[in-house]
């Protein structure tokens, strides 16, 4: 390989980092040495050598394909994808919607601005009525909407959210010698080792354990990114909590918790990408929640279990055994959670078939499309249900 070809894949594999891609050092020089085995007059073998040697999560893919096309100056491609250099030379878009990544792409491949020195303003120029500060824009800033920069802070942002532990009394005992209840089992085996005398009272109280936690999130088109964004939520879950289950369903239902498992989110997301073969796909909503109900509902569902349903209510089949499967999933756990990014719409009502067929069977309906809809969950999670609280929304179902 000449040193210009390896050059420009040093530069390639740093826009795609600055596009947000988890691209190290490792695929970067993996990718080198794909290319040598290729024809590099091939566009297309070159495209596929260093996807495969760079991106390891299938909702990656298309942003490769457009920032591949950008470097490497595909002419079809750039006419297609023209109002990303609209954006990023700070212009009005064409009328026509960019793709999806266009954003990031397009601040990666933007020139850094220079750092100036900062000035000292005068007090008679601050005016801080009507202002709101970077945290608080981001805080309400839709995931669809953020850019590359945005979604690296909040990704910081989620890492640092826990889900409170409210303690449930379970029927397991431990010893305690300040217990509630005598324990005669363990006074009797312990009298043994005196010769049959009973020199002290053994007591124990109930174990306390947070209940499980079940989450089953939506990952076909419609919700990918916001997928994408709660995946580092989920993943933080994990890893604070014990009996945690987290099930991702798109045409298929796929059981990705020892994925998450892994301390490490990058490691722990291309362990999920390998797994999960139906991204940014078709929804079969009634279809993955009954697969769920029959081989997973016994193993995960039990002591005041609570679910997540993560799904933006959109089913492909028109609800087909959507509400049998519901009803079945809500009678199995304490209480059952929608999370729907619709939600964030002021005009939004339940009018598709999926909708009306799962509002009956939910116990909190709650909007999931930015920050503080997460921290709002939390709160929800650390209180009771309210009475009354999905009234509203099943008399307009």
């Known amino acids: 390989m000449t040193g210009l070809l390896a050059l420009n894949i040093l530069h390639f594999a740093r826009l795609l980092r600055r596009a947000g891609l988890p691209v190290g050092p490792a695929d970067m020089l993996a990718a080198a040495q794909a290319a040598t085995h290729v024809d590099i007059g091939n566009r297309g073998q070159v495209r596929t050598a260093l996807r495969t040697t760079m991106i390891h999560r299938h909702e990656h893919e298309d942003l490769f394909n457009q920032a591949f096309a950008q470097f490497w100056q595909d002419p079809e491609a750039v006419r297609a994808n023209a109002a990303i250099e609209f954006l990023a030379a700070g212009r009005t878009p064409p009328p026509e919607k960019a793709p999806p990544g266009a954003r990031r792409l397009a601040e990666a491949m933007a020139k850094p ?160 990408a390998h797994a999960v073969p139906d991204w940014s796909g078709g929804t079969r909503i009634g279809e993955a929640l009954g697969l769920f109900n029959r081989h997973w509902s016994r193993r995960v569902l039990g002591q005041g279990a609570v679910v997540l349903l993560v799904t933006d209510g959109l089913d492909r089949d028109g609800a087909a055994g959507l509400a049998e499967n519901m009803d079945r999933l809500h009678k199995s756990c304490a209480r059952l959670i929608w999370l729907n990014p619709l939600l964030r719409w002021d005009g939004f009502a339940p009018k598709s078939q999926g909708i009306r067929a799962m509002l009956p069977h939910v116990d909190d309906f709650r909007p999931v499309h930015n920050l503080d809809s997460l921290r709002a969950l939390i709160a929800t999670l650390s209180t009771a249900p309210r009475a009354g609280a999905m009234d509203k929304w099943r008399l307009a179902s």
Do not use: W
């Open 113 to 272: 601005r220079e750092k100036q020195e900062p000035q000292e303003p005068r007090k008679d120029e601050i005016d801080m009525v009507m202002t709101v500060s970077d945290s608080e824009r981001l805080q309400k800033m839709d995931f669809e909407a953020m850019g590359a920069e945005e979604i690296a802070h909040a990704k910081a942002e989620i890492r640092r959210l826990s889900l409170p532990l409210d303690l449930r009394t379970t029927r397991r005992r431990r010893p305690d010698p300040g217990g509630p209840h005598v324990d005669l089992r363990a006074t009797i085996r312990a009298s043994l080792r005196q010769g049959g005398e009973i020199l002290s009272i053994e007591k124990s109280r109930r174990v306390e354990k947070p209940p499980p936690l079940v989450v089953i999130c939506d990952i076909s088109g419609s919700m990918g990114r916001y997928a994408q964004i709660l995946l580092h939520f989920l993943h933080a879950v994990a890893n604070d909590r014990d009996r945690v289950a987290i099930f991702l369903f798109g045409t298929r239902l796929t059981n990705i918790t020892r994925q998450l498992r892994h301390r490490d989110p990058e490691v722990a997301f291309q362990m999920v």
